[in-house]
Protein backbone atom coordinates (compact mmCIF):
# COMPACT_ATOMS: atom_id res chain seq x y z
CA UNK A 1 0.00 0.00 0.00
CA UNK A 2 1.22 3.29 -0.65
CA UNK A 3 1.85 5.53 2.57
CA UNK A 4 1.74 9.22 1.66
CA UNK A 5 1.98 11.38 -0.95
CA UNK A 6 5.01 12.35 -1.57
CA UNK A 7 4.73 16.70 -2.28
CA UNK A 8 1.63 18.40 -1.42
CA UNK A 9 1.25 21.65 -2.26
CA UNK A 10 -0.68 23.61 -0.28
CA UNK A 11 -3.68 25.56 -2.13
CA UNK A 12 -4.25 28.66 -2.31
CA UNK A 13 -4.19 30.84 0.71
CA UNK A 14 -7.62 30.96 2.30
CA UNK A 15 -9.59 28.12 0.28
CA UNK A 16 -10.09 26.22 3.51
CA UNK A 17 -12.09 28.70 4.90
CA UNK A 18 -13.74 29.56 1.60
CA UNK A 19 -14.90 26.08 1.45
CA UNK A 20 -16.68 26.11 4.45
CA UNK A 21 -18.38 29.64 4.06
CA UNK A 22 -19.66 28.11 0.73
CA UNK A 23 -21.16 24.63 2.33
CA UNK A 24 -22.78 27.12 5.07
CA UNK A 25 -24.54 28.77 2.64
CA UNK A 26 -25.30 26.36 0.09
CA UNK A 27 -25.73 23.05 2.40
CA UNK A 28 -28.38 21.91 4.62
CA UNK A 29 -28.03 23.39 8.58
CA UNK A 30 -28.90 20.15 9.58
CA UNK A 31 -25.49 18.51 8.17
CA UNK A 32 -22.99 17.86 11.06
CA UNK A 33 -19.50 18.17 10.94
CA UNK A 34 -16.46 17.84 13.31
CA UNK A 35 -14.93 20.43 14.84
CA UNK A 36 -14.66 23.57 16.06
CA UNK A 37 -13.79 25.04 12.95
CA UNK A 38 -14.54 22.45 9.83
CA UNK A 39 -12.05 20.48 8.72
CA UNK A 40 -11.98 20.40 4.82
CA UNK A 41 -9.68 17.86 2.77
CA UNK A 42 -8.65 17.95 -0.54
CA UNK A 43 -7.16 14.87 -0.82
CA UNK A 44 -5.85 11.09 0.55
CA UNK A 45 -3.48 8.21 0.28
CA UNK A 46 -3.55 4.68 1.94
CA UNK A 47 -4.03 5.98 5.78
CA UNK A 48 -3.23 9.78 5.22
CA UNK A 49 -5.67 12.48 4.41
CA UNK A 50 -4.16 15.90 3.56
CA UNK A 51 -6.25 19.23 4.17
CA UNK A 52 -5.99 22.42 1.58
CA UNK A 53 -3.02 23.66 3.72
CA UNK A 54 -1.04 19.82 2.92
CA UNK A 55 -0.73 19.06 6.52
CA UNK A 56 -1.10 14.95 6.87
CA UNK A 57 -3.63 13.37 9.11
CA UNK A 58 -3.66 9.69 10.42
CA UNK A 59 -6.95 8.44 9.70
CA UNK A 60 -8.86 6.26 12.49
CA UNK A 61 -12.17 6.56 11.37
CA UNK A 62 -11.80 5.79 7.84
CA UNK A 63 -14.83 7.80 6.62
CA UNK A 64 -16.97 5.94 8.99
CA UNK A 65 -15.46 2.88 8.76
CA UNK A 66 -16.09 3.60 4.96
CA UNK A 67 -12.59 3.45 3.32
CA UNK A 68 -11.53 -0.55 3.89
CA UNK A 69 -8.09 -0.66 2.35
CA UNK A 70 -7.17 2.80 2.57
CA UNK A 71 -7.59 6.02 0.58
CA UNK A 72 -6.82 6.00 -3.09
CA UNK A 73 -5.85 2.04 -2.83
CA UNK A 74 -4.07 1.63 -6.64
CA UNK A 75 -5.79 -1.81 -7.35
CA UNK A 76 -9.66 -0.48 -6.54
CA UNK A 77 -8.89 2.97 -8.30
CA UNK A 78 -7.36 0.97 -11.48
CA UNK A 79 -10.69 -0.86 -11.55
CA UNK A 80 -13.11 2.45 -11.15
CA UNK A 81 -10.73 4.37 -13.88
CA UNK A 82 -11.14 0.82 -16.07
CA UNK A 83 -14.53 0.68 -15.52
CA UNK A 84 -15.32 4.62 -15.88
CA UNK A 85 -14.00 3.86 -19.60
CA UNK A 86 -15.93 1.27 -20.38
CA UNK A 87 -19.96 1.28 -18.96
CA UNK A 88 -20.73 3.94 -16.58
CA UNK A 89 -24.41 3.20 -16.03
CA UNK A 90 -27.37 1.01 -17.15
CA UNK A 91 -29.84 0.60 -14.39
CA UNK A 92 -30.91 -2.98 -13.05
CA UNK A 93 -33.02 -3.30 -16.62
CA UNK A 94 -29.51 -4.84 -18.09
CA UNK A 95 -27.62 -7.13 -16.68
CA UNK A 96 -23.78 -6.47 -16.59
CA UNK A 97 -20.20 -8.12 -16.01
CA UNK A 98 -19.73 -6.46 -12.56
CA UNK A 99 -23.28 -6.75 -11.19
CA UNK A 100 -23.35 -10.10 -11.44
CA UNK A 101 -19.50 -11.02 -10.71
CA UNK A 102 -20.11 -9.03 -7.78
CA UNK A 103 -23.86 -11.11 -6.27
CA UNK A 104 -21.70 -14.14 -7.34
CA UNK A 105 -18.85 -13.37 -5.18
CA UNK A 106 -21.08 -12.00 -2.22
CA UNK A 107 -22.45 -15.54 -1.98
CA UNK A 108 -19.55 -17.88 -1.86
CA UNK A 109 -18.24 -15.15 1.05
CA UNK A 110 -21.92 -14.78 2.96
CA UNK A 111 -23.27 -17.28 5.71
CA UNK A 112 -24.87 -20.96 4.37
CA UNK A 113 -28.03 -20.73 2.26
CA UNK A 114 -27.29 -16.70 1.71
CA UNK A 115 -27.22 -16.23 -2.12
CA UNK A 116 -29.44 -13.59 -4.03
CA UNK A 117 -28.73 -9.97 -3.41
CA UNK A 118 -30.25 -6.95 -4.03
CA UNK A 119 -28.14 -3.84 -4.71
CA UNK A 120 -28.93 -0.09 -3.74
CA UNK A 121 -26.78 2.65 -3.17
CA UNK A 122 -27.04 2.81 0.75
CA UNK A 123 -26.85 1.22 4.22
CA UNK A 124 -30.52 2.79 4.33
CA UNK A 125 -32.04 1.79 1.32
CA UNK A 126 -30.30 -2.00 2.48
CA UNK A 127 -31.82 -1.81 5.75
CA UNK A 128 -35.17 -0.81 4.48
CA UNK A 129 -35.50 -2.93 1.27
CA UNK A 130 -34.59 -6.00 4.22
CA UNK A 131 -37.84 -4.79 6.49
CA UNK A 132 -39.80 -4.42 3.28
CA UNK A 133 -38.94 -8.20 2.36
CA UNK A 134 -39.57 -9.17 5.91
CA UNK A 135 -42.76 -8.30 6.01
CA UNK A 136 -43.72 -9.53 2.52
CA UNK A 137 -42.49 -12.89 3.98
CA UNK A 138 -43.88 -13.21 6.70
CA UNK A 139 -47.24 -11.43 6.51
CA UNK A 140 -46.50 -9.66 9.93
CA UNK A 141 -45.30 -5.81 10.21
CA UNK A 142 -43.96 -5.64 13.22
CA UNK A 143 -40.47 -5.08 13.37
CA UNK A 144 -37.99 -5.71 16.28
CA UNK A 145 -35.24 -2.98 16.74
CA UNK A 146 -32.72 -2.07 19.48
CA UNK A 147 -32.19 1.12 21.50
CA UNK A 148 -28.89 2.88 20.54
CA UNK A 149 -28.90 1.55 17.20
CA UNK A 150 -28.63 3.46 13.68
CA UNK A 151 -29.98 2.77 10.42
CA UNK A 152 -29.73 5.90 8.92
CA UNK A 153 -31.90 8.70 7.71
CA UNK A 154 -35.06 7.75 5.12
CA UNK A 155 -38.48 6.88 7.15
CA UNK A 156 -38.39 3.70 8.08
CA UNK A 157 -34.58 3.74 8.93
CA UNK A 158 -35.04 6.93 11.06
CA UNK A 159 -37.67 5.30 12.91
CA UNK A 160 -35.49 2.22 13.63
CA UNK A 161 -33.12 4.33 15.16
CA UNK A 162 -33.19 5.01 18.67
CA UNK A 163 -31.48 8.02 19.46
CA UNK A 164 -33.21 10.77 20.23
CA UNK A 165 -30.81 13.45 17.87
CA UNK A 166 -31.00 11.93 15.07
CA UNK A 167 -34.92 11.44 15.32
CA UNK A 168 -36.64 14.30 13.93
CA UNK A 169 -39.93 12.78 13.46
CA UNK A 170 -42.02 9.38 14.81
CA UNK A 171 -42.86 7.98 11.24
CA UNK A 172 -43.60 4.52 10.57
CA UNK A 173 -45.73 2.08 12.73
CA UNK A 174 -44.73 -1.23 13.74
CA UNK A 175 -41.53 -1.01 15.00
CA UNK A 176 -40.19 -1.75 18.72
CA UNK A 177 -37.49 -0.89 20.53
CA UNK A 178 -36.08 -3.90 22.61
CA UNK A 179 -33.54 -2.99 25.69
CA UNK A 180 -29.71 -2.28 23.69
CA UNK A 181 -26.94 -5.20 25.15
CA UNK A 182 -25.43 -2.05 26.58
CA UNK A 183 -23.34 -4.16 29.34
CA UNK A 184 -21.10 -1.13 30.76
CA UNK A 185 -24.45 0.73 31.43
CA UNK A 186 -26.75 -2.69 31.70
CA UNK A 187 -30.45 -0.98 31.20
CA UNK A 188 -31.36 -3.49 34.26
CA UNK A 189 -28.91 -2.64 36.22
CA UNK A 190 -26.95 -6.21 36.26
CA UNK A 191 -23.70 -7.41 36.07
CA UNK A 192 -22.69 -9.13 32.92
CA UNK A 193 -21.40 -11.88 34.67
CA UNK A 194 -24.45 -13.12 36.18
CA UNK A 195 -27.23 -11.33 34.07
CA UNK A 196 -28.00 -14.57 31.47
CA UNK A 197 -27.95 -12.29 29.29
CA UNK A 198 -31.40 -10.41 30.35
CA UNK A 199 -32.03 -7.90 28.25
CA UNK A 200 -31.58 -10.54 25.33
CA UNK A 201 -34.63 -12.85 27.22
CA UNK A 202 -36.84 -9.73 27.79
CA UNK A 203 -36.89 -9.50 24.00
CA UNK A 204 -40.01 -11.78 24.15
CA UNK A 205 -41.77 -9.85 27.17
CA UNK A 206 -41.52 -7.44 24.57
CA UNK A 207 -43.19 -9.38 21.97
CA UNK A 208 -46.26 -10.44 24.29
CA UNK A 209 -46.84 -7.29 25.51
CA UNK A 210 -46.74 -4.43 22.80
CA UNK A 211 -47.46 -6.41 19.17
CA UNK A 212 -50.07 -9.30 18.24
CA UNK A 213 -47.19 -12.07 18.74
CA UNK A 214 -46.29 -12.06 15.43
CA UNK A 215 -42.99 -10.36 14.26
CA UNK A 216 -42.01 -9.88 11.07
CA UNK A 217 -38.11 -9.12 12.19
CA UNK A 218 -35.50 -8.25 14.22
CA UNK A 219 -32.83 -5.93 13.39
CA UNK A 220 -29.61 -5.64 14.67
CA UNK A 221 -25.95 -4.59 14.80
CA UNK A 222 -23.82 -6.89 15.37
CA UNK A 223 -21.59 -4.29 16.96
CA UNK A 224 -23.91 -1.00 17.69
CA UNK A 225 -22.15 1.72 15.57
CA UNK A 226 -23.39 5.19 15.72
CA UNK A 227 -24.32 4.25 19.33
CA UNK A 228 -20.98 4.12 20.35
CA UNK A 229 -19.62 0.22 19.80
CA UNK A 230 -21.93 -1.34 22.07
CA UNK A 231 -20.68 -4.96 21.84
CA UNK A 232 -23.16 -7.83 23.05
CA UNK A 233 -22.16 -10.62 25.21
CA UNK A 234 -21.16 -13.69 23.37
CA UNK A 235 -24.32 -15.63 24.35
CA UNK A 236 -26.70 -12.44 23.14
CA UNK A 237 -27.69 -13.07 19.68
CA UNK A 238 -28.09 -16.94 19.72
CA UNK A 239 -30.74 -16.13 22.76
CA UNK A 240 -32.50 -12.89 20.96
CA UNK A 241 -32.70 -14.53 17.64
CA UNK A 242 -34.16 -17.85 19.00
CA UNK A 243 -37.11 -16.05 20.51
CA UNK A 244 -37.78 -13.84 17.76
CA UNK A 245 -37.83 -16.77 15.60
CA UNK A 246 -40.26 -18.70 17.72
CA UNK A 247 -42.92 -15.88 16.92
CA UNK A 248 -42.66 -16.07 13.55
CA UNK A 249 -40.01 -13.43 13.00
CA UNK A 250 -36.97 -13.21 10.89
CA UNK A 251 -33.46 -12.50 11.34
CA UNK A 252 -31.74 -9.40 9.76
CA UNK A 253 -28.25 -8.69 10.38
CA UNK A 254 -27.05 -5.41 9.96
CA UNK A 255 -23.97 -5.76 8.63
CA UNK A 256 -23.43 -1.69 7.35
CA UNK A 257 -20.14 -0.87 9.68
CA UNK A 258 -19.40 -4.44 11.03
CA UNK A 259 -19.14 -6.26 7.66
CA UNK A 260 -16.06 -6.87 4.91
CA UNK A 261 -13.67 -8.22 7.70
CA UNK A 262 -13.96 -5.43 9.83
CA UNK A 263 -14.50 -7.18 13.47
CA UNK A 264 -11.18 -9.34 12.22
CA UNK A 265 -10.68 -12.90 10.93
CA UNK A 266 -14.21 -13.24 9.82
CA UNK A 267 -15.81 -11.44 7.13
CA UNK A 268 -19.35 -10.51 8.73
CA UNK A 269 -19.60 -9.49 12.63
CA UNK A 270 -22.65 -12.31 12.98
CA UNK A 271 -20.00 -14.58 12.83
CA UNK A 272 -18.01 -13.68 16.00
CA UNK A 273 -21.66 -14.87 17.51
CA UNK A 274 -22.08 -18.16 15.93
CA UNK A 275 -25.36 -17.28 14.37
CA UNK A 276 -26.78 -17.19 10.64
CA UNK A 277 -29.09 -14.31 9.65
CA UNK A 278 -31.95 -14.99 7.49
CA UNK A 279 -31.13 -11.51 5.68
CA UNK A 280 -28.07 -9.56 5.80
CA UNK A 281 -27.85 -5.71 4.59
CA UNK A 282 -24.29 -4.25 4.03
CA UNK A 283 -22.89 -1.25 2.84
CA UNK A 284 -19.75 1.49 4.00
CA UNK A 285 -16.51 -0.99 3.45
CA UNK A 286 -17.49 -3.20 0.14
CA UNK A 287 -16.46 -0.58 -2.16
CA UNK A 288 -13.56 1.64 -0.33
CA UNK A 289 -15.98 4.05 -0.66
CA UNK A 290 -17.86 4.28 -3.64
CA UNK A 291 -21.95 4.20 -2.70
CA UNK A 292 -23.10 0.85 -2.44
CA UNK A 293 -25.59 -0.84 -0.51
CA UNK A 294 -26.49 -4.56 -0.38
CA UNK A 295 -29.15 -6.75 0.90
CA UNK A 296 -29.05 -10.57 0.76
CA UNK A 297 -30.80 -13.68 1.75
CA UNK A 298 -31.93 -16.95 1.04
CA UNK A 299 -33.23 -17.97 -2.57
CA UNK A 300 -36.53 -18.92 -0.76
CA UNK A 301 -36.81 -15.78 1.33
CA UNK A 302 -36.22 -13.74 -2.11
CA UNK A 303 -39.11 -15.37 -3.67
CA UNK A 304 -41.41 -13.49 -1.86
CA UNK A 305 -41.05 -10.41 -3.27
CA UNK A 306 -44.01 -10.51 -5.68
CA UNK A 307 -43.82 -6.93 -6.96
CA UNK A 308 -41.94 -5.36 -9.62
CA UNK A 309 -38.88 -3.41 -8.64
CA UNK A 310 -35.51 -1.97 -10.08
CA UNK A 311 -32.91 0.14 -8.73
CA UNK A 312 -31.91 3.07 -10.73
CA UNK A 313 -28.31 3.11 -9.16
CA UNK A 314 -28.31 0.17 -7.10
CA UNK A 315 -25.34 -2.22 -9.12
CA UNK A 316 -24.03 0.76 -11.04
CA UNK A 317 -21.27 -1.01 -12.91
CA UNK A 318 -18.53 1.16 -11.56
CA UNK A 319 -19.37 0.96 -7.96
CA UNK A 320 -19.85 -2.61 -8.35
CA UNK A 321 -16.22 -3.02 -9.79
CA UNK A 322 -14.97 -1.03 -7.13
CA UNK A 323 -16.26 -3.57 -4.44
CA UNK A 324 -15.12 -6.79 -6.35
CA UNK A 325 -11.07 -4.60 -5.96
CA UNK A 326 -12.18 -3.90 -2.57
CA UNK A 327 -12.77 -7.88 -1.72
CA UNK A 328 -9.68 -9.03 -4.12
CA UNK A 329 -7.16 -6.62 -1.93
CA UNK A 330 -8.37 -7.94 1.23
CA UNK A 331 -8.28 -11.61 0.42
CA UNK A 332 -4.82 -11.07 -1.25
CA UNK A 333 -3.34 -9.06 1.11
CA UNK A 334 -4.81 -11.53 4.44
CA UNK A 335 -6.70 -8.49 5.76
CA UNK A 336 -8.88 -10.18 7.79
CA UNK A 337 -5.96 -11.90 9.91
CA UNK A 338 -4.47 -8.28 9.50
CA UNK A 339 -7.41 -6.48 11.11
CA UNK A 340 -7.11 -9.46 14.46
CA UNK A 341 -3.56 -9.01 14.65
CA UNK A 342 -3.73 -5.48 14.57
CA UNK A 343 -6.77 -5.31 16.12
CA UNK A 344 -5.34 -6.84 19.30
CA UNK A 345 -2.37 -4.61 19.30
CA UNK A 346 -4.47 -1.45 18.96
CA UNK A 347 -7.26 -3.09 21.78
CA UNK A 348 -3.80 -3.61 24.05
CA UNK A 349 -3.08 -0.40 23.83
CA UNK A 350 -6.37 1.26 24.57
CA UNK A 351 -6.64 -0.91 27.29
CA UNK A 352 -3.12 0.13 28.92
CA UNK A 353 -4.46 3.44 28.37
CA UNK A 354 -7.29 3.19 30.26
CA UNK A 355 -5.34 1.81 33.16
CA UNK A 356 -3.39 5.45 33.42
CA UNK A 357 -5.90 8.00 32.24
CA UNK A 358 -9.14 8.51 34.47
CA UNK A 359 -11.16 9.96 31.76
CA UNK A 360 -11.41 6.19 29.85
CA UNK A 361 -14.43 4.44 31.35
CA UNK A 362 -14.64 1.50 28.98
CA UNK A 363 -12.74 -0.18 25.98
CA UNK A 364 -14.74 -2.35 23.67
CA UNK A 365 -15.58 -3.48 20.32
CA UNK A 366 -13.92 -6.67 17.87
CA UNK A 367 -10.75 -6.31 15.64
CA UNK A 368 -10.79 -3.00 14.32
CA UNK A 369 -13.42 -1.61 15.52
CA UNK A 370 -12.50 -0.34 19.27
CA UNK A 371 -14.69 2.11 21.14
CA UNK A 372 -13.40 4.07 24.13
CA UNK A 373 -16.02 5.11 26.39
CA UNK A 374 -15.16 8.89 28.27
CA UNK A 375 -16.53 9.25 32.06
CA UNK A 376 -15.71 12.40 34.14
CA UNK A 377 -16.07 9.63 37.11
CA UNK A 378 -15.62 5.98 36.92
CA UNK A 379 -17.73 5.42 39.87
CA UNK A 380 -20.51 6.60 38.62
CA UNK A 381 -19.95 6.43 35.04
CA UNK A 382 -21.16 10.68 34.37
CA UNK A 383 -20.74 10.81 30.68
CA UNK A 384 -17.67 12.87 29.58
CA UNK A 385 -19.47 14.77 26.58
CA UNK A 386 -17.86 18.06 26.69
CA UNK A 387 -14.15 16.28 27.12
CA UNK A 388 -15.03 13.85 24.00
CA UNK A 389 -15.68 16.99 21.88
CA UNK A 390 -12.27 18.42 23.43
CA UNK A 391 -10.41 15.13 22.92
CA UNK A 392 -11.02 14.93 18.87
CA UNK A 393 -9.35 18.42 18.88
CA UNK A 394 -6.68 17.76 20.56
CA UNK A 395 -6.10 14.35 18.24
CA UNK A 396 -6.44 16.51 14.89
CA UNK A 397 -4.32 19.00 16.36
CA UNK A 398 -1.91 16.25 16.68
CA UNK A 399 -2.39 15.02 13.04
CA UNK A 400 -5.15 12.12 13.74
CA UNK A 401 -8.60 11.98 13.01
CA UNK A 402 -10.95 9.95 15.42
CA UNK A 403 -14.61 9.73 15.19
CA UNK A 404 -17.07 10.02 17.61
CA UNK A 405 -20.49 8.63 18.81
CA UNK A 406 -22.78 7.19 21.73
CA UNK A 407 -26.44 8.51 22.76
CA UNK A 408 -24.29 10.91 24.98
CA UNK A 409 -21.60 12.02 22.87
CA UNK A 410 -18.66 10.31 24.72
CA UNK A 411 -17.57 7.80 22.50
CA UNK A 412 -14.53 7.48 20.67
CA UNK A 413 -14.74 5.25 17.30
CA UNK A 414 -11.62 3.54 16.17
CA UNK A 415 -11.69 1.92 12.62
CA UNK A 416 -8.80 2.73 10.57
CA UNK A 417 -8.16 1.12 7.57
CA UNK A 418 -8.09 -2.90 7.28
CA UNK A 419 -4.33 -2.61 6.29
CA UNK A 420 -2.87 -0.20 8.71
CA UNK A 421 0.46 -1.12 10.07
CA UNK A 422 2.02 -1.48 13.57
CA UNK A 423 3.74 1.64 13.21
CA UNK A 424 0.38 3.80 12.46
CA UNK A 425 -1.61 1.57 15.52
CA UNK A 426 1.65 2.76 17.75
CA UNK A 427 1.61 6.41 16.85
CA UNK A 428 -2.36 6.66 16.99
CA UNK A 429 -2.04 5.01 20.83
CA UNK A 430 0.83 7.73 21.56
CA UNK A 431 -1.14 10.63 20.40
CA UNK A 432 -4.29 9.38 21.97
CA UNK A 433 -2.68 9.89 25.26
CA UNK A 434 -1.23 12.50 24.75
CA UNK A 435 -4.72 14.38 23.75
CA UNK A 436 -6.04 12.40 26.97
CA UNK A 437 -3.38 14.21 29.25
CA UNK A 438 -4.37 17.22 27.89
CA UNK A 439 -7.92 17.24 28.18
CA UNK A 440 -7.77 16.08 31.82
CA UNK A 441 -5.04 18.66 32.24
CA UNK A 442 -7.28 21.53 31.07
CA UNK A 443 -10.65 20.38 33.05
Known amino acids: MVNRIEAVAPAEAGEAARLNARHDRYLWDAVIRYYETPLPLARGRGQYLYDYDGREYLDFFGGILTVSVGHCHPTVTKAIQEQAETLVHTSTLYPTAPIVDLAEKIASLTPRGLTKTFFTNSGTEADETAVMLARAATGSQAVIALRHSYSDRSMMATTLTAHAPWRSQEWVPGVKHALAPYCYRCPLGLEPSSCGAACARDIEELIRTTTSGNVAAFIAEPIMGVGGFITPPPEYFEIAVEIVRRYGGLFIADEVQTGWGRTGGKWWGIEQYGVVPDIMTMAKGVANGMPMGVTTTTPELASTWKGLTISTFGGNPVSCRAASATI ?116
Open 328 to 443: QVIEEEGLLENATTMGARLRAGLEAIQERQPLVGDVRGMGLMQGVELVTDRATKEPAAAATTRLIEEAKRRGVLIGKGGLYGNVLRIAPCLNIGAADVDAFLGILDESLTAVAGAS
